[in-house]
């Protein structure tokens, strides 16, 4: 075995020992948080709930859970059987998840018919502000509107809801949790999700820096990237299956969060260009997978995550290039964020968490 050969090997041998325990670490401070943090059972409230789901396994699956440790009896439809399931069983609540992308045209006219059977009757949107043309149509016909961004609240009373709320979103943390992955899904630096303008834009300046990273872009579009060529090799041009995402959050090392554009008229239906305020989804997702995420601000953040502490956050991209390498730099300080955020993510932000809220305002 010539030198070079024998020195490279002894250095790969070094560099997978050292992302081995680096990774086991995480893991066994990730799970001493899971083993310690039993949060107690919620009181049941005496209330029967037909839940109509929106397709997006892993929200509907969260609020069913949710719903079952929140209230005594729980139902669950497509948007086709609504009317037929409410009329049949009665419930005290009908809650439709969303209402847009499946269901049918005549949706509104059979939520009318609900609440003409004496049923109440509640819609939460998880897509504000970004399908505002079509939930401004959608939610007059409901007693209740929830909504996870907290700009549309005025909104929605603009236009003629009598029940509004602000009601975040949260995470399904039976889906999303640290998991102990294969080396294939370990990264530097990982975003999933679509290549939107602004998210081009960022990464176009990005770009240098993650040359020499190990990256994971998922999603599609990104093939417009300005140095595409620099970054394909850790590019995956399609839609990762959630299964896939939790485990490609668990093998990062930092998990970039970046929302997408509330006015661009391509990929939105925001015709009043209301603007978003409020966190995703994602945000939650990534911190319940015990990893270091680094996002850009929203304005509710602060009431979630207290950046600096359990979270990180940035401006622009010069400010997330300095952030990625100090955190890269710096394991315990990157680790430490990432513990403090999943167990602030498994004590505040379950969907049993919301849903006691909820049915509080609707059964008060």
């Not at 997978?16 to 049941?44: I, K, N, Y």
């Not at 009665?90 to 992308?101: E, I």
């Amino acid at each position: 075995m010539s030198k070079t050969i024998a020195v490279s090997s002894a250095l790969g041998r070094k560099q997978g020992f050292r992302a081995g325990w680096e990774h086991g670490l995480r893991m066994g401070r990730c799970q001493s948080v899971l083993d310690t943090m039993r949060p107690a059972p919620f009181p049941l409230k005496d209330a029967s709930v037909l839940f109509i789901v929106q397709g997006f396994d892993a929200i509907d699956q969260g609020i069913i859970q949710g719903l079952q440790e929140t209230v005594r009896e729980v139902f669950i439809g497509a948007a086709p059987d609504m009317l037929r399931l409410a009329g049949e069983l009665q419930p005290n609540l009908v809650l439709v998840m969303n209402g847009l992308h499946i269901f049918p045209p005549d949706h509104s006219i059979h939520v009318d018919q609900v609440r003409l059977m004496g049923i109440r009757t509640a819609i939460w949107f998880a897509d504000d502000p970004y399908f505002t043309d079509h939930t401004a149509l959608l939610a007059p016909h409901y007693d209740y509107v929830f909504t996870h961004e907290m700009s549309c609240v005025p909104f929605y009373a603009e236009v003629g809801c009598q029940q509004v709320y602000y009601l975040p979103l949260a995470v399904n943390t039976t889906v999303f949790k640290p998991l102990q992955v294969d080396p294939a899904y370990r990264s530097d630096i990982c975003f999933i999700g679509s290549g939107f303008p602004n998210r081009i834009d960022l990464f176009n300046k990005l770009t240098p820096f993650l040359a020499s990273k190990k990256v994971l872009l998922a999603g599609s579009l990104w093939d417009q990237l300005s140095q595409y060529e620099l970054l394909k090799h850790g590019i995956k041009l399609q839609w990762i299956p959630i299964e896939e995402s939790v485990k490609y959050y668990s093998g990062a090392k930092i998990v970039i969060n970046v929302h997408r554009l509330t006015y661009h008229e391509t990929y939105n239906k925001n015709s009043r260009n209301l603007p978003g305020h409020s966190i995703n989804p994602r945000t939650y997702e990534i911190a319940a997978c015990g990893t270091l995420q680094i996002t850009d601000y929203r304005y509710d953040l602060d009431q979630y995550y207290k950046p600096g502490l359990d979270i990180e956050t940035f401006l622009n991209a010069d400010e997330l290039i300095q952030k990625m390498h100090f955190y890269l730099r710096h394991e315990e300080e990157r680790l430490r964020i990432a513990i403090r955020g999943l167990r602030r993510t498994v004590q505040e932000h379950t969907f049993a968490d919301r849903l006691v809220k909820m049915m509080e305002i609707v059964f008060a």
